[in-house]
């Protein structure tokens, strides 16, 4: 270790409880963003924030209005609450590096099965445990990166790049209005930016840390099969009308089958090919069909093998069939012939699956299907919505860095992990700054982001803002970008 | 034509203006089942009746209360509308009718279409038309038997039969309590009942007058598949969890074909093999596939036809697939993978289908689906409710009869008719009584029933009502019961 990250390191570790209040104080605002009621509560702790950052030196703080939230709403008028973009340091001869988080977070009563009141800080330094609404989603990463600061002034280190900070207060809600000021500012506050960090997921499991370099897309798709001008009455019509959720169950039982094999021609061959070195990533991994079944209550995994299981969450497409709109959906019994009703199903993609040529392939293979059946009713597919994946080359400059900086704090290479669901925020950082993006993830698998009692370990959010330093420090010398 | 029913034929025609003033009185009350806060009106409309009853010279006359009407509902202790028994005669010596009616009627305003106000008759004497709610269903029918003893008695003829009413106030409303009702007096008021005239359905088209001597039953089935202790994100368990939807479409999927072709083994075997006599019925009914086509406002027929048609509306059983519950069922794209689905279909049944094998085969059928599926997923198909067919002989005493006073009043022989849906009264009339039911309708199908602007021919009110007359006398006369 280079003595200026022993000294970082050891302010790390000194300033603890420096770091202790500071979390404190940010935990106990209820930033909910879905909670219209409280929106004046996520305005405090973008404030909180700002001042957090201005006392540790960042310079060039932004709170950028984001006007009034869209519809679907009940509060007239009601503000978004603000993106924070500050800075710390702006030399030339540096690296620049982006950092996101966000400050608000998931609804939380002591009602719903808290041990102890969500929105005050309970650390157990015995059992190494902080717990509040918010400690591992995403207010502990964020405040990470201001600590982080600290720490290296503190120890009279040099900081090793140029920090930009974006952080916004409505990533519980959707994001709203987040890929707009991105791309507006992409030559803008964000010009010369040369890489971009996230700290927003989560280990896979609990013992072992991860990088994250990819993330599946999803395009969305609805079968609509119409016949009849209403909805029948079964008794009359049963039997003697082409009924259209008959034929629909054909074409959505045609899509995959149970063994989760996608049946449409054409979506293999455009799946990028398994390489040497990317299979390599999967063996150590630590994770295992027990994981799977213990989060899902159930013994329904398709695959026993650990790497099956991962490389069909992350590297193979997916196709779920959600459901029908127009068909009779409640309790009980009812004796209708739906007249026009919609398949919803979705696909999720992976590099390299073309958004347009997929939707083209769905569209051949109903389209046919339909035509199979001979059915007096019209059918067609259409795309709901479709969002790209993501995948980043895990041994590029950035990951190598932090790969070296999770080393170094933990003792073991981390795990190289993709994730199955979608983040859109992180395609638009890349796209629009024209960066590679790293997801550095700081808390464990089962710290119940979004549930109850969310917590973050102790030795994971030292151990988190210590790979933080490395990671800037390795990645400030690294000879590329 | 006996001398005796020339008379009642003459009586009948010169009472007419009696008869429009009766009928317009019982329309002005708006009868409506449904609407909780117009119950007071179904009461106003079964004194009304109960006078009628009174001054034609019916006796023994019991408003029967039915209790307090059960959940759901929403005005506490609201109480059922009463069931109006009377008789007319009581001659041990001749035959007992039974005659089934109901007073309550659909919604109905003029906001939705009428071209006048619903609850005042409109009688057009030129076009031969009276509109109204409740005139053809079953207001009208229901006046016609008391004025048919009206036309007897203006007549100096005896009445040919003892008849007996059973009036009910919430057909439109599920016939609450009724089956308790009946079954109770089968011994009681109904004793020594020898045949139940229900006149509530409608002519198949508009030209030809029918008899119906056939519905099919229904048994409602749900596949219940789950896996998951709760609904997964799709992104994240996509494609490694096997998913309960995609299971139940394929045990949807194989139960019927687009064709409307019933896949389940067993079933064909157990439908009543079509005899010469039986269909030698079809060949004459007034119908056609542009008829079909005109009720479905979309040209989906499976067959051609006219005979095919019939069959598989009448005499064959048919599989409809409701729908899915648990499923994502709103507009829009949600991408869960439901844990717990439930597919619900049912199948219209027919003699000599027995319920009970039927459901065994049914579920036989799901297992092995399922089961050829290799899914780690649980899956169970249970009834959830069934109701019988009825069938009458339409060559008995009572059709017979029935078939002569058609063919006196109109010039032709009827159509023998079935329906594809279930009147479960008929079944329970059928057995309790331990008689034979008919079904002689009086409307024709372009009535309008439950819809705007509902009608009736004042031909078919004048020639129901001659019809009613001359099947009760010849059903008199008739040998058998």
Same mark, same amino acid.
């Given at each position: ?89 702006? +030399? ?24 102890? *009141? ?19 989603? $995403? ?16 120890? !009279? ?11 916004? !207060? ?16 992409? &030559?803008?506050?964000?010009? !010369? ?5 996230? /700290? ?25 099969? *119409? ?6 009455? /079964? ?21 995959? $089958? ?25 063996? +150590? ?7 799977? &079944? ?91 919505? $479709? ?8 041994? &590029? ?85």
């Amino acid at each position: 270790m280079s003595h200026s990250l022993t000294s970082v390191f050891q302010k790390i570790d000194s300033l603890k409880p420096q770091f202790f209040s500071r979390l404190t104080k940010a935990i106990q605002i209820p930033a909910v963003s879905s909670d219209e009621s409280l929106r004046s509560k996520v305005f405090d702790k973008a404030k909180f924030i700002s001042e957090q950052l201005s006392q540790s030196g960042f310079h060039d703080i932004k709170m950028v209005d984001l006007g009034i939230q869209p519809p679907p709403i009940s509060t007239p008028n009601l503000s978004l609450p603000p993106v924070i973009l500050s800075r710390f340091g702006s +030399d030339p001869s540096k690296k620049t590096v982006l950092v996101y988080g966000h400050y608000d977070v998931q609804p939380a009563q002591l009602e719903d099965g808290w041990d102890t *009141e969500p929105f005050k800080l309970a650390i157990d330094e015995a059992k190494g445990i902080m717990k509040g609404r918010g400690v591992t989603d $995403d207010t502990g990463p964020l405040l990470s990166w201001i600590n982080v600061v600290d720490a290296f002034k503190a120890s !009279g280190q040099e900081f090793p790049v140029n920090l930009v900070t974006c952080f916004e !207060g409505m990533e519980e809600s959707g994001s709203l209005k987040l890929d707009e000021l991105i791309k507006k500012e992409a &030559n803008g506050y964000f010009k !010369g930016v040369d890489a971009v960090c996230i /700290s927003d997921n989560y280990w896979l499991g609990t013992k072992k840390p991860v990088l994250t370099y990819g993330l599946r897309g999803c395009n969305y798709y609805q079968t609509i099969i *119409e016949g009849p001008t209403a909805d029948l009455h /079964s008794g009359i019509f049963g039997g003697v009308v082409a009924e259209p959720m008959i034929d629909l169950m054909q074409v959505l039982g045609s899509l995959v $089958d149970s063994k989760g094999k996608i049946l449409i021609d054409g979506i293999d061959e455009m799946v990028a090919p398994l390489t040497e070195k990317e299979k390599a990533l999967y063996k +150590d991994i630590e994770f295992s069909v027990e994981e799977l &079944n213990a989060a899902t209550g159930s013994k329904t995994s398709l695959y026993d093998k650990k790497e099956d299981i991962l490389m069909h969450r992350w590297r193979y497409p997916s196709l779920s069939i959600h459901g029908v709109e127009g068909a009779f959906s409640a309790q009980g019994a009812k004796t209708v012939i739906p007249a026009k009703v919609f398949g919803k199903f979705s696909i999720r993609t992976v590099p390299d699956m073309d958004s347009e040529k997929l939707t083209s392939l769905v569209q051949k293979h109903c389209d046919a299907k339909f035509k199979s059946l001979n059915s007096p009713n019209k059918c067609r597919t259409e795309l709901i919505h $479709d969002g790209a994946y993501w995948v980043s080359d895990p041994f &590029n400059a950035q990951f190598t860095a932090a790969k070296k900086a999770t080393k170094l704090v933990y003792g073991v290479d981390p795990d190289f992990t993709r994730e199955g669901g979608s983040i859109p925020i992180t395609l638009t950082f890349q796209d629009a700054l024209n960066t590679s993006v790293l997801l550095l993830p700081m808390g464990r698998g089962d710290d119940g982001a979004h549930s109850i009692n969310e917590k973050l370990d102790i030795s994971n959010f030292v151990g988190g803002m210590k790979t933080m330093a490395a990671y800037l420090q390795y990645y400030s010398e690294s000879p590329e970008n």
